[in-house]
Nanobody
């Protein structure tokens, strides 16, 4: 069975940091672009970052650029999202997903539609 297992979410104060993990089970991430998405209550899903399988290129939405870092460990078949300088607006359920590509359109609705496999999500709450 193909699935993602996400972890690392929780409650953090503004300005704090969290690292999310996304482990793939039942398939290898070597041939997939992997993205992190988030959805806040009452808002549309937003792609925040992705990492390419072909050359390891990374892309970020403007809302997280300079604060979040995506990385991939092929040996562990796991993708990470290091989140620094967190703001209350970052509060959301964060999902990882795998699809055929990763590019600068990560922030678009269409990029999310291209994903083939999705995790169940992990909640990040930024609050004092």
């Amino acid at each position: 069975q193909l699935q993602f297992v996400e972890s690392g979410g929780g409650l953090v104060q503004p300005g704090g940091s969290l690292r999310l993990s996304c482990a793939a089970l039942g398939f290898t991430l070597d041939h997939y672009g992997v993205g992190w998405f988030r959805q806040a209550p009452g808002k549309e899903r937003e792609g925040v970052s992705c990492v390419s399988s072909s050359d390891g290129s990374t892309y970020y939405s403007d809302s997280v650029k300079g604060r979040f870092t995506i990385s991939k460990n092929n040996a562990k078949n796991t993708v990470y999202l290091q989140m620094n300088s967190l703001k209350p607006d970052d509060t959301a359920v964060y999902y990882c997903a795998a699809g055929p590509y990763c590019n600068s359109l990560v922030h678009t609705r269409e990029y999310g539609y291209a994903m083939d496999y999705w995790g169940k999500g992990t909640l990040v709450t930024v609050s004092s």
